[in-house]
Nanobody, 122 residues
Framework: VQVKESGGGSVQAGGSLRLSCVASGSMYSTYCMGWFRQAPGKERVGLAHIDGNGNINYEDFVKGRFTITKDSATNTLYLQMNRLQPEDTSMYYC?????????????????WGRGTQVTVAS
């Protein structure tokens, strides 16, 4: 399984960006895809994930601002980010994982992209 992100860039505070991630390889219906980010000197954190049935989980700090969607026909994952703030500046990563007991677990994401940089200026 390979995943590749795109869509990062620089925006002003309050702006929006949409990230994309294409997954390829041996993908089946029972897999999870998710978005993570890591700022310099900080740990990587999960943002949102979606399972094979379209069930979505968001971390609280992105609810209402970020939206995860998936085009199953093309194995493409999206992250729409609105009202961006300087603290959202990070490297954003897409990842894939097999479901465990029909659910996605943050610790199970095993296939990672190289990341796309998002920079938000104040």
């Amino acid at each position: 399984v390979q995943v590749k992100e795109s869509g990062g860039g620089s925006v002003q505070a309050g702006g929006s960006l949409r990230l994309s991630c294409v997954a390829s390889g041996s993908m089946y219906s029972t897999y999870c895809m998710g978005w993570f980010r890591q700022a310099p000197g900080k740990e990587r954190v999960g943002l949102a994930h979606i399972d094979g049935n379209g069930n979505i989980n968001y971390e609280d700090f992105v609810k209402g601002r970020f939206t995860i969607t998936k085009d199953s026909a093309t194995n493409t994952l999206y992250l729409q980010m609105n009202r961006l703030q300087p603290e959202d500046t990070s490297m954003y990563y897409c990842a894939a994982a097999w479901e465990v007991a029909g659910a996605c677990e943050w610790d199970n994401f095993a296939y990672w992209g190289r990341g796309t940089q998002v920079t938000v200026a104040s």
